[in-house]
């Protein structure tokens, strides 16, 4: 059970250094029995300090005038404990003292470093990227307020066993619309965010020390949901009378010729659409989630789906397609799912991992090349969405033991030739 911290002030005269019978007054400020001192700059004759009440003895104008000041001091410090206490439940002494001569104002907090991170990243992040970054804010706020029964936290205080307690709150953490508490791996996420913008505060010099230098942040490796060719061609042959479900259709099949991602796709217009020096059309944009630029050569059947829609009465000016949300996508996907008998739990994001399985990587395509097709910034990210598949195995292994053979023929046609024994 947490117990509040307990608080006093105390006034006292300190006679070191002196021997002309005066002494300075001091306050005395005591957190959880640490305790620390601050000068008034008051200096009194001994025997005028009455040590029973902790005041000056008489009634002069000068002993009613300390008095008064030291009633003061003491509101003062109980306002600068409850300030403190509104912020967070570890209070020292010395964060009362500093906070009395106000030498903390310039103390960051968590709140400081979400303004902060939001303003100068806003140029920076796509729209749902920084939806994520203010879902975790949210989430360390609420983390706060119900272990540290406060509305902020300094940065100063953060530590190792702060970032153990958020992943532990995050475990636990059951979200609207969610039927279940968040996954490892949409826990850790939120972690990573977290230490990004710690590392922020590190490199503004906002903290001194890094409180996640020993935590490990663990990813579970997943497998990630792709379509065979004979799933993809399943709908791609899907014939349907409802207006909705072909447009659907189209968007993902084009994904999945093309590893065009959803907001990509709706941003997709007429420039984008360019005629290359060999007489082919290619797409050439950016990523709205890295801004990287990319370009490619439209196979056929991506194509064909541009052109059907280029009078579309839905698609929007200058736009490729028509929009719809993804959310409306995804669910409409499933019932194309459905009517394929395809039992793979399908979203958008599918036909952009079976881009770069089924595709390309499984047909010899490079790597490096898919990397820059998908605008990735980094290859380890590509190898994310890599599969290996089966057949691309025996295929390289065949091809292998092909090599090996003909190496071993060579070998032995070449002991023969100079009689040597090949036993």
């Known amino acids: 059970m947490r117990t509040r911290s307990t608080f006093s002030i105390s006034f006292w005269i300190s006679t070191a250094r002196r021997n002309d019978g005066t002494a300075k007054i001091y306050a005395r400020i005591t957190v959880d029995s640490q305790r620390v001192n601050m000068s008034l700059k008051y200096t009194i004759p001994i025997e005028i300090w009455g040590r029973k009440g902790s005041r000056v003895l008489g009634r002069t104008k000068e002993a ?27 209070i020292t002494p010395q964060m009362v003292k500093a ?5 903390d104002i310039n103390e960051f907090t968590l709140k400081n470093l979400f303004e902060y991170h939001n303003t100068h990243n806003a140029h920076s992040l796509c729209k749902a990227t920084l939806s994520h970054y203010k879902t ?16 902020d936290y300094r940065l100063s205080q953060l530590n190792h066993q702060f970032i153990v307690g958020f992943e532990t709150y995050l475990r636990k953490l059951y979200p609207i619309n969610h ?3 968040l996954s490892n791996n949409s826990a850790m996420k939120h972690i990573q965010r977290l230490r990004k913008m710690i590392r922020m505060a590190v490199d503004n010099e906002w903290i001194d020390r890094d409180p996640f230098q020993k935590f490990k942040i663990r990813m579970e490796r997943k497998e990630r949901e792709f379509l065979s060719l004979n799933e993809l061609q399943k709908i791609q042959t899907y014939h349907t009378v409802i207006e909705r479900l072909r447009i659907v259709k189209d968007l993902f099949v ?33 990523r709205q989630k890295t801004k990287n630029s990319f370009k490619l050569p439209l196979m056929g059947p991506a194509l064909s789906i541009i052109k059907r829609y280029q009078y579309h009465p839905k698609r929007q000016p200058e736009k490729l397609f028509p929009k719809i949300s993804n959310q409306k996508l995804n669910s409409y996907l499933k019932e194309i799912a459905d009517a394929c ?18 595709i390309t990587l499984s047909n010899g395509v490079p790597i490096e090349t898919v990397s820059k097709i998908l605008g990735h910034t980094k ?14 195995i025996s295929e390289d ?7 090996l053979e003909s190496k071993l023929s060579d070998s032995i046609d070449d002991n023969e030739k100079f009689g040597n024994s090949v036993f």
């Open 379 to 392: 290859l380890t990210t590509t190898q994310i969405y890599a599969r290996v598949l089966d057949k691309k």
């Open 341 to 358: 008998d395809i039992t793979k739990n399908i979203t958008f994001h599918v036909a952009r991992h079976t881009f770069a399985t089924t």
């Open 397 to 403: 292994m065949s091809g292998l033991e092909s090599i």
């Open 179 to 181: 039927h279940s508490n």
């Open 254 to 286: 084009f994904s999945c010729y093309t590893g065009i991602a959803y907001s990509d796709i709706m941003n997709l217009n007429e420039d984008n659409l360019v005629l290359s020096i060999d007489g082919k059309h290619w797409i050439s944009t950016k």
């Open 136 to 151: 975790c804010q949210n989430y360390l706020l609420k983390y706060i307020q119900k272990q540290y029964k406060c509305d």
């Open 99 to 103: 906070h009395y001569f106000g030498e």
């Open 64 to 90: 009613q005038e300390i008095n008064t000041y030291l009633m003061e001091v003491e509101t003062e410090l109980f306002q600068c404990y409850r300030e403190l206490r509104s912020r967070t439940s570890h």
